[in-house]
Nanobody
Framework: QWHVVESGGGLVQPGGSLTLSCSRS????????IAWFRQAPGKEREGVSC????????NYVDSVKGRFTISRDSAKNTVFLQMSSLKPEDTAVYYC?????????????????WGQGTQVTVSL
């Protein structure tokens, strides 16, 4: 069964940092576009960031530009989302998603494989 595993969520104070990881064992993620989406209670799922297959192109939603960085470590078969200067409005369940097309887009419909999500809570 095709699936990915997210990790790294938790509770952090405003202004703090967290790094989320998305990984899969046994099959390389290098050729696939990987995206991070998030969903807060009562809100629609939102595309946060993506990285294209082979890692050449990245994209971010405006609200996280300059604060979040997506990257790929091929040796670890892992994609990271480094989040800094976190705000309470960043609180959500964060999902990793995989697109076989390899194209970096922030549209949920382009992603066919999803992780179970990891909770990020930004609060005092």
């Amino acid at each position: 069964q095709w699936h990915v595993v997210e990790s790294g969520g938790g509770l952090v104070q405003p202004g703090g940092s967290l790094t989320l990881s998305c990984s899969r064992s046994g099959f390389t993620l290098d050729y696939y576009a990987i995206a991070w989406f998030r969903q807060a209670p009562g809100k629609e799922r939102e595309g946060v960031s993506c990285i294209s297959g082979r890692g050449g192109r990245t994209n971010y939603v405006d609200s996280v530009k300059g604060r979040f960085t997506i990257s790929r470590d091929s040796a670890k078969n892992t994609v990271f989302l480094q989040m800094s200067s976190l705000k309470p409005e960043d609180t959500a369940v964060y999902y990793c998603a995989v697109s076989p097309s390899g194209l970096c887009v922030l549209s949920a419909g382009d992603y066919g494989y999803w992780g179970q999500g990891t909770q990020v809570t930004v609060s005092l």
